[in-house]
């Protein structure tokens, strides 16, 4: 059973940067692809960035693609996302998902593929 805890939310301006920490215990990154979703209240989860076992190979959802960089340090077990360039609509609680042995999936952003999830962490862009 893997334990995430996400970090880096905060309350930034339009046009700001944050960056985003997952550490992950219980199992090393070898073992998990992971990925970054989001939630507004009211709305469904959706998948932002994801990061194939070993960081291989990354996805991104359209609406972030070349603002937004994951990546992951399998020495501290940490996987990051890096967000330059944010926007109002990037407001949202932000979560760390995992799956073991996910190989490629956590690339394809869906919810329902991911094993684990973290607490989640709040970004708020004005």
């Known amino acids: 059973h893997v334990q995430l805890v996400e970090s880096g939310g905060d309350s930034v301006q339009a046009g700001g940067s944050l960056r985003l920490s997952c550490a992950a215990s219980?199992?090393?990154?070898?073992?998990?692809?992971m990925a970054w979703f989001r939630q507004v209240p009211g709305r469904e989860r959706e998948g932002v960035a994801g990061?194939?076992?070993?960081?291989?190979?990354?996805g991104y959802a359209d609406s972030v693609k070349g603002r937004f960089t994951i990546s992951q340090n399998n020495a501290k077990s940490t996987v990051y996302l890096q967000m330059n360039n944010l926007k109002p609509d990037d407001t949202a609680m932000y979560y760390c998902?995992?799956?073991?042995?996910?190989?490629?999936?956590?690339?394809?952003?869906?919810?329902?593929?991911?094993?684990?999830w973290g607490q989640g962490t709040q970004v708020t862009v004005s």
């Open positions: 998902a995992a799956r073991e042995w996910g190989g490629d999936l956590c690339r394809w952003l869906r919810a329902a593929f991911m094993h684990s």
């Open positions: 990061i194939a076992t070993g960081g291989s190979a990354t």
């Open positions: 219980g199992y090393t990154l070898n073992m998990l692809c």
